[in-house]
T-cell receptor, first 112, second 112 residues
C-alpha cells in the first residue's frame, strides 16, 4: 500500500546548523509530495510541496526535491533557527480528495 | 479571524460518556476533514466531507459520527468514549479535493 517513512526524532541541533530530515515513500503511480510543519500547540501548516519527479519545493529557506529513482523527498535547510523548532511531517497524496498520507513526524529542537 | 477553528481546545471526560467536537472554517472551502493524532504524533485521516457529502470514511468505529450541517461546519460526535480514544483531533479544510489543507489547532481529548 501507500506509505511514508520518516527518520525518527527527536533531532536536536544548534542554531545555524545544517538540517536534513529524511523521508521515503511507497506509492503506486505518481503521487504529489509534501512537507507540513506543526509548531507547538498549533495545527499543521503546509511548508512546501512537489508534484512531479525532479521538482524542488522551497519555502522559508527549506527545500526538498522529489526523487523518483530513490522514492525520497528529504527536507533540508542550510542554517536552522530556534524558531524552526517544530514537528515536521512528510506526506503524499496519490489521488484526488485530499487524502493525505502522513509519515510519523520528526520533532526538531534547535538550541541557541 | 481564525481560518479553521475548533472547540473545545481541551476535553477531559470519563469512559462511557458521549462528547462532541465542533469545527468551523471561514475560508470558503467546500471540503472538510477530521484527522486523529495519537500520542506518538502519528496522524491519520478519519473522515472527509465535500459540500456536506461524506467522501472519505476510513476504518473508524461507528461510535464516531461526523455531521456537516453546511459546508463551513463539520462536527464530530463520539459515543461511549473509550480510553483508546484519547488523542488530539484535528479539523482541516481545503478547496475542492485540494492538496493544501488548512488545519485547526486541535482538540486534546483525554478519556479517564
Amino acid at each position: 500500500g501507500n506509505s511514508v517513512t520518516q527518520m525518527e526524532g527527536p533531532v536536536t541541533l544548534s542554531e545555524e546548523a545544517f538540517l536534513t530530515i529524511n523521508c521515503t515513500y511507497t506509492a503506486t503511480g505518481y503521487p504529489s509530495l509534501f512537507w507540513y510543519v506543526q509548531y507547538p500547540g498549533e495545527g499543521l501548516q503546509l511548508l512546501l510541496k512537489a508534484t512531479k519527479a525532479d521538482d524542488k519545493g522551497s519555502n522559508k529557506g527549506f527545500e526538498a526535491t522529489y526523487r523518483k529513482e530513490t522514492t525520497s523527498f528529504h527536507l533540508e535547510k542550510g542554517s536552522v533557527q530556534v524558531s524552526d523548532s517544530a514537528v515536521y511531517f512528510c506526506a503524499l497524496n496519490y489521488n484526488q480528495g485530499g487524502k493525505l498520507i502522513f509519515g510519523q513526524g520528526t520533532e526538531l529542537s534547535v538550541k541557541p | 479571524d481564525t481560518a479553521v477553528s475548533q472547540t473545545p481546545k481541551y476535553l477531559v471526560t470519563q469512559m462511557g460518556n458521549d462528547k462532541s467536537i465542533k469545527c468551523e472554517q471561514n475560508l470558503g472551502h467546500d471540503t472538510m476533514y477530521w484527522y486523529k493524532q495519537d500520542s506518538k504524533k502519528f496522524l491519520k485521516i478519519m473522515f472527509s466531507y465535500n459540500n456536506k457529502e461524506l467522501i472519505i470514511n476510513e476504518t473508524v468505529p461507528n461510535r464516531f459520527s461526523p455531521k456537516s450541517p453546511d459546508k463551513a461546519h463539520l462536527n464530530l460526535h463520539i459515543n461511549s468514549l473509550e480510553l483508546g480514544d484519547s488523542a488530539v483531533y484535528f479539523c482541516a479544510s481545503s478547496h475542492g479535493g485540494g492538496e493544501k489543507l488548512f488545519f485547526g489547532s486541535g482538540t486534546q481529548l483525554s478519556v479517564l
